[in-house]
């Protein structure tokens, strides 16, 4: 069995996660490359139905992620995390552990990340408003305001999603794979 790959797509809340993920999905499918999308808010509702975002529970879900990941790729599944991992140790850890890993960096000024969390309508199943609510004092652990966003300090690749837009972001994502030798285009 071919050992499956991994593209951790990381940035600040409002950064274009989310929406640049199921782009890369629908861009993966459209050329017949099956992935699974591991969503960090998905399994946070599943494993802390009312979260608190405190360290000890980001040590869970993202611990969670990367061992479902870990256990996918190693049984020839293709995983897309789309996840902030906040803290460069927990994208380390997948890293470490998978085979075919590859870390993409959406680059985005914490004030624009700011701008687009207010005005959207669809949050991918994050959290609303969590800017304003930080800001407030009300949600202390957001990173980039309450805690620390740690960007990669080597990622295979960065995108400054205010200039590109998701659907061009998830084909530099695509040429990024095919370089690493993930698939053929």
């Not at 593209?7 to 640049?20: A, F």
């Not at 782009?23 to 591991?38: E, M």
């Not at 850890?93 to 590859?102: D, E, L, T, V």
């Not at 009300?138 to 309450?146: C, F, Q, S, W």
């Amino acid at each position: 069995m071919q050992q499956g790959w991994c593209v951790w797509i990381t940035g600040l809340p409002g950064s274009g996660k989310s929406v640049v993920s199921e782009a890369l999905i629908k861009l993966l499918s459209d050329k017949g490359v099956n992935a699974q999308l591991l969503s960090s808010d998905a399994l946070r509702k599943i494993l802390t139905p009312r979260p608190t975002y405190s360290l000890e529970e980001r040590d869970i879900v993202y611990a969670t992620l990367v061992y479902i990941a870990e256990l996918l790729t190693n049984n020839g599944v293709n995983v897309v995390i789309d996840a902030t991992g906040n803290l460069r140790r927990y994208r380390d850890a997948a890293r470490s552990k998978i085979a075919k890993f590859m870390e993409v960096y959406l680059f985005c000024p914490l004030e624009v990340c700011m701008e687009r969390e207010a005005g959207r309508a669809e949050t991918h199943g994050a959290p609303r408003r969590i800017y304003e609510k930080a800001l407030e004092g009300k949600a202390p652990t957001v990173p980039g305001v309450g805690q620390p966003y740690e960007p990669p300090i080597n990622p295979e690749l960065i995108v400054d999603t205010m200039i590109v837009k998701p659907e061009h972001a998830a084909k530099k994502i695509l040429e990024a794979m095919a370089r690493k030798r993930f698939l053929k285009l």
